[in-house]
């Protein structure tokens, strides 16, 4: 069993910051790509950012020149630091991991439990 657990989310102001936070835990051999993702009222899920094993990464279009994503293999950890926060960027933040849990084993699609995100003033 593998758990992802996010913290960092809130309140912010217009124009604030944000990192979360999403660890993982639990029976894992390997983390390969992991994001975040972003739901918000009436939408359905986006992805936010993703980051590879290697350290490559991929931000979606709304949040490039604000939004970085990061990891620390060693804590199999990602965090997503959110600066200039915009109304819109309000949403529940989800992250994700592709897990192995033995060494030939396939990669299974991990969730957090998501973290409230709310952009107001």
């Known amino acids: 069993q593998v758990q992802l657990v996010e913290s960092g989310g809130g309140l912010v102001q217009p124009g604030g910051s944000l990192r979360l936070s999403c660890a993982a835990s639990?029976?894992?051999?390997?983390?390969?790509?992991m994001g975040w993702y972003r739901q918000a009222p009436g939408k359905q899920r986006e992805l936010v950012a993703g980051?590879?094993?290697?350290?490559?990464?991929n931000l979606a279009d709304s949040v490039k020149g604000r939004f970085t994503i990061s990891r620390d293999n060693a804590k199999n950890t990602v965090y997503l630091r959110m600066n200039s926060l915009k109304p819109e960027d309000t949403a529940v933040y989800y992250c994700h991991a592709d897990v192995a849990t033995t060494r030939w084993g396939p990669l299974y699609n991990y969730w957090g439990q998501g973290t409230q995100v709310t952009v107001s003033s």
């Open positions: 639990g029976s894992i051999f390997s983390i390969n790509a």
């Open positions: 980051i590879s094993t290697s350290g490559s990464t």
